[in-house]
Nanobody, 119 residues
Framework: QVQLVESGGGLVQPGGSLYLSCTAS????????MAWERQAPGKQREMVAS???????LYAHSVKGRFTISRDNAKNTVSLLMNNLTTEDTAIYYC?????????????WGQGTQVTVSS
């Protein structure tokens, strides 16, 4: 059974920082692209950042230069350091796993963690 368990959300003032973490179990972690997605109220879910097992990263334009995604393949974790947060970053953040083994592809999501940026 695959589980993605997120932690680290909360309330922060504009300009502040938060650190999200996700621990994955039940997947072949080194065969899995990991990512963070978010969904703000009334908006579509969007990809925030992704990272391959080799460490290649992609970021949404809106977070580039402020957010940093990283992973620890030995601990099956992926993290997201969010700096200089704005109210536009308020959303539920979801850990996402894209497992690819041979021709098979499976996608999984965590339950989400709330990030609220407000003064």
């Amino acid at each position: 059974q695959v589980q993605l368990v997120e932690s680290g959300g909360g309330l922060v003032q504009p300009g502040g920082s938060l650190y999200l973490s996700c621990t994955a179990s039940g997947v072949e972690f080194e065969m899995t692209i990991m990512a963070w997605e978010r969904q703000a109220p009334g908006k579509q879910r969007e990809m925030v950042a992704s990272i391959t097992s080799g460490g290649n990263t992609l970021y949404a334009h809106s977070v580039k230069g402020r957010f940093t995604i990283s992973r620890d393949n030995a601990k099956n974790t992926v993290s997201l350091l969010m700096n200089n947060l704005t109210t536009e970053d308020t959303a539920i953040y979801y850990c996402y796993a894209d497992e690819r083994i041979d021709v098979r592809r499976d996608e999984f999501w965590g339950q989400g963690t709330q990030v609220t940026v407000s003064s």
